[in-house]
């Protein structure tokens, strides 16, 4: 069994192209499926029952000693894993049949996306830093201010702003190379005032940070001139919104998906297509974009209650 995970897992990685994060957690829960199926004392694929599945996803749901209760959305990824290796090894001749076709998975609630409000973007931006900043703290205010335009401006994820290094933009002809999951890469446009920012950055604070360090390509940098982590970026995103007086913990709390979700949501308010959209975030399917259309329908509804004089109810 752990020579077909191994298998899977290198044809997610060499012929589906997924990211690593998600290679890495999908190898957690096929670790956690295979040691449920070792202390059901059951030690080949081709052995596997649908009951076997059925109840390894919902110790998922109820935990257990070593292991908290799921959420749907983590159970839903997981029994995902799951039934991808049963189908790979059925293709695989490793198995003759797929013991997790007919077995559901866990149907995660569907929730809108949470765009903030275009005055609260502006704000957002503008607590980041300034572009005309100067003095010894003026390189992390620009390289701040200009990654919080470059999120807003590009609808990247975080992952792919970290990502993107200095030969993937250009300036002159406000574009940037993205590079998403999966590995597809597009062409995004950048706004001026985005534009504005990274020139900035680019022109009066990377250099002062690089030289500090060992060199990257990376567009955004540390204080210690390497590439600018994950965790880094949200840090820089925390702090601004917090002095933006944006709320950063519980419901509502701003993350750098929510610049990806204004972008989207605001491009559509002004009347972009759907499927327009659909290319500028990268995603694959259109349907994944739909959902950007129900955040706008929200805002139509609340506008009419609060404006329609026959808006009752």
Do not use: C
Not at 25 to 43: H, K, Q
Not at 142 to 171: H, K, M
Not at 286 to 305: D, N
């Amino acid at each position: 069994m752990r020579r077909a995970v191994r298998g899977y897992l290198d044809h997610l990685t060499v012929e589906r192209g997924l990211a690593a994060n998600t290679l890495s957690s999908y190898r957690r829960d096929l670790d956690r499926y295979l040691a449920t199926l070792a202390a059901a004392g059951v030690a080949d694929l081709a052995a596997v029952g649908a009951a076997e599945v059925e109840a390894h996803l919902a110790r998922l749901r109820a935990g257990d000693d070593a292991h908290p209760p799921l959420a749907v959305s983590s159970a839903a990824r997981a029994a995902s894993a799951v039934r991808g290796l049963h189908r790979f090894a059925l293709r695989e001749g490793m198995a003759a049949a797929d013991p997790s076709r007919d077995v559901r998975p866990p149907t995660p609630p569907r929730r809108l996306p949470r765009a903030l409000p275009v005055d609260d973007v502006v704000r957002l931006l503008e607590t980041a830093g300034a572009v005309t900043a100067t003095g010894d703290q003026a390189p992390l205010a620009l390289r701040d201010r200009a990654l919080l335009e470059f999120l807003y401006g590009t609808g990247a994820r975080i992952s792919e702003a970290v990502g993107a290094v200095v030969d993937d933009l250009d300036t002159d002809e406000g574009t940037v190379l993205l590079r998403g999951k999966g590995g597809r890469t597009r062409l995004v446009p950048i706004g001026g005032y985005a534009v504005e920012a990274l020139r900035a950055w680019l022109v009066r604070g990377r250099p002062a940070l690089v030289a500090a360090g060992r060199g990257t390509p990376a567009i955004f940098v540390n204080a210690r001139g390497g590439a600018l982590s994950r965790q880094g970026a949200w840090t820089i995103l925390r702090r601004a919104a917090e002095r933006a007086g944006l709320p950063v913990d519980g419901p509502g709390a701003v993350s750098p998906h929510t610049l990806r979700h204004s972008y989207a949501t605001h491009l559509l308010d002004g009347g972009a297509d759907v499927r327009v959209v659909q290319e500028l975030l990268g995603h694959a399917s259109v349907t994944t974009t739909q959902v950007y259309t129900l955040v706008t329908v929200e805002r139509l509804r609340e506008v009419y209650a609060t404006a329609h004089p026959r808006a009752r109810g």
